[in-house]
């Protein structure tokens, strides 16, 4: 357990080191554009600063998007580089040759790349309410009457069951992503030259089959629901439409937790049994 341990915290100080810049350069966007929205919503100031401060304020909307890829690319990036690193690299004697079983080896690098990715969650959902005008939001007034009735109606009819089976679901299709370039990276070790294109290809090829695979399940999921479309009053649209939410979340819930067993599995098999670290 203590080795097991030193793997977790030397793999999440490692990628810290390529993703914390995006969070710090994410942050100061947003609280520069929430600066320009405290200028742009003072009705005294001079018409020629409310067309600059717009201008700069675009300017930061086109950085704070660039952060929030570049942060998604470099998770992305780390688990491969980490993985790659630390089990086929200059690492991965070291790692091999822990004693600690080789599950146990694919679940602390899923837990550590798995929370990298609820962080980058986490933290782009708070910064997005530095970069939304909220006060020009209630100063529309748009929470009228009518519309909090559209909003009890979505309480009344379970939303917060579909909310919670909805971020299971991407914890559950993280967890697959993270399996699959794990297999990527080990396919495409298992070849002597070529491996990056190895690895490439077997992303796209693999990717497809499986995206193809879900599409089907999902498919027949709203084929085989006898309720589905049964709502003719254009007053349940709402409801219709959390209908559609509820059904695909629940679709991809189940896919993901299948491939993701069979993904553990393959890549358990493949680091035990065809582990080349020439």
Not at 115 to 138: A, D, Q
């Amino acid at each position: 357990m203590k080795n097991l341990g030193k793997l977790i915290k030397y793999d999440f100080m490692d990628v810290s080191k390529l993703i914390i810049p995006f969070y710090i350069g994410m942050g100061v966007m947003g609280i520069v554009i929430r600066i320009f929205w405290f200028v742009l919503l003072n009705e005294k100031i001079d018409e020629r600063v409310r067309i600059s401060t717009g201008v700069f304020q675009v300017m930061s909307y086109f950085g704070y998007a660039i952060a929030i890829i570049g942060i998604i690319l470099m998770t992305y990036y780390a688990v491969i580089i980490r993985y790659y690193r630390s089990i086929y690299g200059n690492e991965g004697y070291l790692t091999n040759t822990l004693p600690i079983e080789t599950y146990e080896i694919i679940l602390a690098k899923l837990l550590t790349f798995l929370s990298w990715f609820v962080v980058n969650g986490i933290i782009i959902f708070f910064t997005f309410w530095f970069i939304i005008p909220v006060e020009g939001i209630f100063k529309a007034n748009i929470f009228r009457p009518e519309v909090l009735r559209e909003i009890e109606m979505f309480l009344r009819h379970s939303v917060g069951t579909a909310l919670i089976i909805g971020i299971i679901s991407m914890l559950v299709m993280t967890i697959e992503k993270i399996l699959f370039l794990f297999l990527c990276v080990s396919i495409a070790n298992m070849v002597k030259s070529y491996r990056i294109l190895t690895g490439i290809g077997a992303y796209i090829i693999l990717g497809g089959i499986i995206g193809l695979i879900k599409q089907v399940i999902l498919t027949f999921t709203y084929i085989f629901d006898k309720n589905y479309g049964n709502y003719d009053n254009s007053e349940w649209e709402v409801l219709r439409t959390f209908e559609n939410v509820f059904n695909t979340n629940l679709g991809m819930l189940f896919t993901s937790i299948v491939f993701s067993v069979i993904l553990f599995f393959v890549v358990n098999y493949l680091l035990k049994n065809k582990l080349n670290l020439e």
